[in-house]
């Protein structure tokens, strides 16, 4: 009876981490859109998308997390609502800004 109770409690740590793995991934984008927000960037002003790592490089889009064990990136893309501009800091006439 002792081994069977052990077995359990062995079979419940192990299969946790792979329970806990299916919702980390919302759980990290979650995290990361209040971060981004709490530093001033409006919500319409950018995308957190969760992709296979293999999909990764997209253009004007960044990396800002990882989940599912590594397997799964989360890619940040502003977005052309809200008062930042859309890629890099050009301003409309095509010229870069520069700090004063």
Sequence with gaps: MKHAIWLGVCLLIATTPVLAAQTSCDTVKADIQQKIMKNGVPE?????TIVPNDQADQPD????????????????????????????????????????
């Design 44 to 48: 319409s002003g950018f995308t957190l």
């Design 61 to 100: 889009a960044q990396v800002v997390g990882h989940c599912a064990n590594d397997t799964q990136k989360i890619l940040y893309t502003r977005t052309s609502s809200g008062n930042y501009p859309v890629s890099g800091g050009n301003t409309q006439d095509g010229s870069r800004t520069e700090p004063q």
